[in-house]
Nanobody, 127 residues
Framework: QVQLEESGGGLVQAGGSLRLACTNS????????MGWFRQAPGKERDFVAG????????EYADSVKGRFTISREIGKNTVYLQMNTLKLEDTAVYYC????????????????????WGQGTQVTVSS
């Protein structure tokens, strides 16, 4: 049973940094593509970053390229999202997601490709 739990959210000033973590309770979590999405108030949930099961392939939304870094620590069944140079528009609830790997090296961008979701963690960037 895949259970995802996010941590690391909070309140930070613009220009600051946060690191989110997502831990998967299932032992074989390395088979999954992992992703981060976010949902700002009144907006749809959007893709932020994704990483392949091997950790070698990573993709980012244009809005976070150069500022956010996704990584995974397979031995700890954990995926991270390092967020630097945070902006007011980064304020959102951030969700971790896992999707089965059908093709080696795949990274998914869309919600339907992810089967499992965490409950989300709030990130608030203040001026």
């Amino acid at each position: 049973q895949v259970q995802l739990e996010e941590s690391g959210g909070g309140l930070v000033q613009a220009g600051g940094s946060l690191r989110l973590a997502c831990t998967n309770s299932e032992r074989t979590s390395s088979r999954y593509v992992m992703g981060w999405f976010r949902q700002a108030p009144g907006k749809e949930r959007d893709f932020v970053a994704g990483v392949s099961w091997s950790g070698n392939n990573k993709e980012y939304a244009d809005s976070v390229k150069g500022r956010f870094t996704i990584s995974r620590e397979i031995g700890k069944n954990t995926v991270y999202l390092q967020m630097n140079t945070l902006k007011l528009e980064d304020t959102a609830v951030y969700y971790c997601a896992a999707g089965p790997t059908y093709l080696s090296g795949s990274v998914y961008y869309s919600e339907p490709e992810y089967e499992y979701w965490g409950q989300g963690t709030q990130v608030t960037v203040s001026s």
